[in-house]
């Protein structure tokens, strides 16, 4: 049943589909605040580093204070994980928050 939804959804290209537009509004995003020291995409999930705990609180406070779904990744980071059925057009939040951090 997993499988047949998968394959009826296309589930497995739109994750590859979303997480490369996701990786580059992300990375395009970060690039503007010189707090965000790093970013790393797989599929849907982003690793968020700010290279210390006062800076990861801040970011994970400002996400959170702008409607993104976020967990602390130890004390240098945060890390988002969306469903599997993100859309492409569902990714403003994140990338929008993003660029005013």
Not at 19 to 40: D, H, M, P, T, W
Request: glycine share 8%.
């Amino acid at each position: 049943m997993i499988k047949q939804h998968l394959t009826d959804r296309n589930l497995v290209e739109e994750v590859s589909k979303v997480g490369k537009a996701l990786a580059s509004n992300v990375a395009r995003s970060c690039e503007k605040s010189s707090k965000i020291k790093g970013v790393r995409t797989v599929g849907t999930s982003s690793w968020i580093d700010t290279g210390d705990f006062e800076t990861t609180m801040q970011l994970y406070n400002h996400l959170k204070t702008n409607g993104v779904l976020v967990k602390l990744n130890g004390a240098r980071g945060v890390m988002t994980k969306p469903s599997l059925t993100l859309k492409e057009s569902q990714t403003g939040p994140l990338t929008s928050a993003l660029s005013k951090f």
